[in-house]
């Protein structure tokens, strides 16, 4: 994705985080340094997305730290980093076109940058209206990540399987 | 433009291209205004008396009938989880879509009471308390954010938050319909109860919103 900041460090330390009175996860540390990905596996349950949604600021952790280090200091970590959750973040009765414009100006991109996105995943000739969700799931995700490399957000988190990265 | 302004926007042509709601909205004033009068009999004096409350009863319903859904389709879109983690502070974007819904609901209704044939003064406390009914309305749609069929509980959940302005809006209506009455002052209190719901409601809403969201 776009990478504003090559120097980039995700740090996480400590990390105790409880879910409805139970510890889920438990003193989790590791670093991500800009260009690497960690694959997160584990069962259902594990904590997978706990963390993520951790991370994205949703839940408050028990204990521990996490930092972007090399980031803008005043603005949140959840602000940084981008959270593809399950859904798509795409309202079916706008346009792929118009929904990508919209996440890119809202978080802070340019336009003609979205524009270029839009062309370089093949979407920007996606159906318009109605068909924002009912185009293939291959349109719809592109659409998602290129909400992603519009907006200036070093950092991508998407909770899928891996297969559907590709 | 600023991001409150997109968000605004985007909810306004969502709202245009989805449209049933201005509709529904529209239509079921109009059956209550209606059939007030017919179903009451036609005692003149009966009708005058209640007209206020029944006629401010109305737009309180009307204007909160797609409210209870306020959040909910962006929240099965995976979209209120981004606006979460946006530039935007939770508060503003509850604030936002809270504004885009009045004038989706509160304005179209505003402008068709005096093409009722209805008193001015309706119009007057339309303007000033619909507000306050989106806004209100958002603490509601964001407590029942994850309840499945959840339209009446929202209603009810609210309800008690309504009351004033519900009673400062009848109560100017009544001073023009049946003096005497406080016209400034009910009018003055009806704004006093918005500007309040205004500041206030998008904390609670998004406070709520948060804790669906952790």
């Not at chain 1, 809202?106 to 979205?114: N, Q, R």
């Not at chain 2, 406080?182 to 009018?187: A, K």
Request: proline share 7%; hydrophobic share 50%; net charge positive.
């Amino acid at each position: 994705m776009s990478s504003p900041g090559a120097r980039l460090e995700l740090v996480v330390d400590d990390l105790t985080v409880e879910r409805g009175g139970r510890t889920v996860i438990s003193g989790l540390s590791f670093v991500v340094k800009a260009g690497e990905v960690l694959v997160l596996t584990g069962h259902n349950g594990a904590g997978k997305t706990t963390l993520l949604r951790t991370l994205a600021g949703f839940i408050a952790p028990v204990r521990g730290s996490l930092s972007l280090t090399g980031s803008d200091a005043d603005r949140a970590l959840g602000e940084q980093l981008h959270y593809v959750g399950h859904a798509n973040g795409i309202r079916s009765s706008l346009t792929v076109a118009e929904n990508a414009r919209f996440w890119a100006s809202f978080l802070g991109g340019s336009s003609t940058e979205t524009d270029a996105a839009l062309e370089r995943f093949g979407i920007d000739t996606c159906p318009p209206a109605k068909s924002g969700a009912s185009g293939s799931p291959a349109c719809c995700s592109p659409s998602a990540l290129s909400g992603c490399s519009t907006s200036r957000r070093p950092h991508s988190m998407p909770p899928r399987p891996r297969s559907s990265l590709a | 433009m600023s991001p409150f302004w997109m968000l605004v926007k985007r909810d306004l042509r969502i709202a245009v291209r989805e449209g049933a709601a201005i509709g529904t909205v529209l239509g079921f004033y109009l059956t209550v205004v209606a059939l007030m009068p017919l179903g009451l009999g036609p005692d003149s004096q009966l009708l005058s008396r209640i007209a206020p409350g029944v006629l401010w009863i109305g737009l309180l319903l009307a204007a909160q009938l797609s409210l209870g859904q306020l959040f909910e389709a962006d929240q099965d879109d995976g979209v209120l989880e981004v606006l979460a983690t946006g530039p935007l502070p939770l508060e503003l974007v509850a604030a936002a879509k809270s504004f885009a819904h009045w004038i989706t609901t509160g304005i179209p209704l505003t402008v068709m009471v005096p093409l009722l044939g209805v008193l001015p003064v309706l119009v007057a406390t339309a303007i000033i308390g619909t507000p306050a009914i989106s806004f209100i309305g958002s603490i509601g749609a964001a407590l029942t954010l994850k309840t499945r069929r959840s339209g009446v509980l929202t209603a009810l959940l609210v309800l008690p938050l309504y009351i004033p302005t519900l009673i400062f809006g009848i109560s100017a209506v009544t001073a023009v319909v049946a003096p005497p009455g406080n016209l400034g002052s009910s009018l003055l209190i009806l704004l006093a109860t918005t500007l309040a719901a205004l500041a206030l409601a998008p904390i609670a809403a998004a406070a709520a919103l948060r804790a669906h969201l952790g």
